[in-house]
T-cell receptor, first 116, second 110 residues
Framework: DAGVIQSPRHEVTEMGQEVTLRCKPI?????LFWYRQTMMRGLELLIY????????DSGMPEDRFSAKMPNASFSTLKIQPSEPRDSAVYFC??????????????FGEGSRLTVL | QKEVEQNSGPLSVPEGAIASLNCTYS??????FFWYRQYSGKSPELIMS??SNGDKEDGRFTAQLNKASQYVSLLIRDSQPSDSATYLC??????????WGAGTKLIIKP
């Protein structure tokens, strides 16, 4: 079975540019999570979806960040305009069991973003 | 503010010894507990989950949970250089929100 697929794996861009990160969850998983990881702040949950509906976006740092899930097999995280402090590794993760098993996540390989 | 605390390390353990990683959490209503391994430059990978007090063994790994003391630990027996990684503790709080620790870097010395 294919795992969670993310693209691009690496992105280098200049401040002010728009960045779009993409994620394909594991088929059958109805929960999708976007995380950001930095050395200083560790893993931070940005937003998660259930059945394509955003449930909690309280972790989205500001209006420059937006996320969509138009169907069960695709999600995007967009940053517009990007800033150097957005440089981080962005992970997408999915799972299909709510409740006590919510912590059993399958992560994609991540998208490493560098904003110059 | 609900918290999960881990010693950042690095924790250095000789090959073949037992590595002991610890994690404490603040929400007494936490329901379930997870250990993830993250190799440098890679994504986190779930290695153990535990839901009730006591020990849970899987191969060389043992997770231990003590809800009264609010700690969870991970023991790695017969440590191998391939176990060198950062180990992340994650806890589902009373609202089923997953709270992450900052991770402990483990180094296994040949």
């Amino acid at each position: 079975d294919a795992g969670v697929i993310q693209s691009p794996r690496h992105e280098v861009t200049e401040m002010g540019q728009e960045v779009t990160l993409r994620c394909k969850p594991i088929s059958g998983h109805d929960y999708l999570f976007w995380y950001r990881q930095t050395m200083m702040r560790g893993l931070e949950l940005l937003i998660y979806f259930n059945n394509n509906v955003p449930i909690d976006d309280s972790g989205m740092p500001e209006d420059r960040f937006s996320a969509k899930m138009p169907n069960a097999s695709f999600s995007t995280l967009k940053i517009q305009p990007s800033e150097p402090r957005d440089s981080a590794v962005y992970f997408c993760a999915s799972n299909r069991r709510p409740g006590v098993n919510t912590g059993e996540l399958f992560f994609g390989e991540g998208s490493r973003l560098t904003v110059l | 503010q609900k918290e999960v605390e881990q010693n950042s390390g690095p924790l250095s353990v000789p090959e073949g010894a037992i590595a002991s990683l610890n994690c404490t959490y603040s929400d007494r209503g936490s329901q379930s507990f997870f250990w993830y391994r993250q190799y440098s430059g890679k994504s986190p990978e779930l290695i153990m989950s535990i839901y009730s007090n006591g020990d849970k063994e899987d191969g060389r790994f043992t997770a231990q949970l003590n809800k009264a003391s609010q700690y969870v630990s991970l023991l790695i027996r017969d440590s191998q250089p391939s176990d060198s990684a950062t180990y992340l503790c994650a806890v589902n709080d009373s609202n089923y929100q997953l709270i992450w620790g900052a991770g402990t870097k483990l180094i296994i010395k040949p």
